[in-house]
């Protein structure tokens, strides 16, 4: 079966940085449709972080990440990153990273990806940790 499998998180001050990484295995194809980085706070729904489409480039960042949160890439190392700076406590979580064979009736862009909050693989997630 294909996995996810996230790391990088970490516990961190207020203003700092991490980097996500997520490595995909188990398949034999090394392109998807959509890939994205969701997160679930304590005692809160998870919810889309960034998503991207690998085919236009069609990129989406929610509004609390956006200027601050980075998603990329890269199809020959079969990883997907999220680069995060000015860390605040309200990031968090534990995130998520996942991807999408192809696009559907429901999904039809990186903003849907992330709004509907759906996706074919899920990794196990990482921790994130933002304190003074």
């Known amino acids: 079966q294909v996995q996810l499998v996230e790391s990088g998180g970490g516990s961190v001050q207020p203003g700092e940085s991490l980097r996500l990484s997520c490595v995909v295995s188990?398949?034999?194809?090394?392109?998807?449709?959509?890939i994205g980085w969701f997160r679930q706070a304590p005692g809160k729904e998870r919810e889309g972080v960034s998503c991207t489409t690998t085919t236009d480039g069609d990129t989406y960042y929610a509004d609390a990440v956006r200027g601050r949160f980075s998603i990329s890439g890269d199809t020959a190392k079969r990883m997907v990153y999220l680069q995060m700076i000015s860390l605040k406590p309200e990031d968090t979580a534990l995130y998520y990273c996942a991807a999408l064979d192809w696009r559907s009736e429901d999904i039809n862009s990186a903003r849907e990806m992330c709004a509907l909050n759906e996706a074919d693989y899920w990794g196990q997630g990482t921790q994130v940790t933002v304190s003074s």
């Open positions: 188990g398949s034999t194809s090394d392109r998807y449709w959509a």
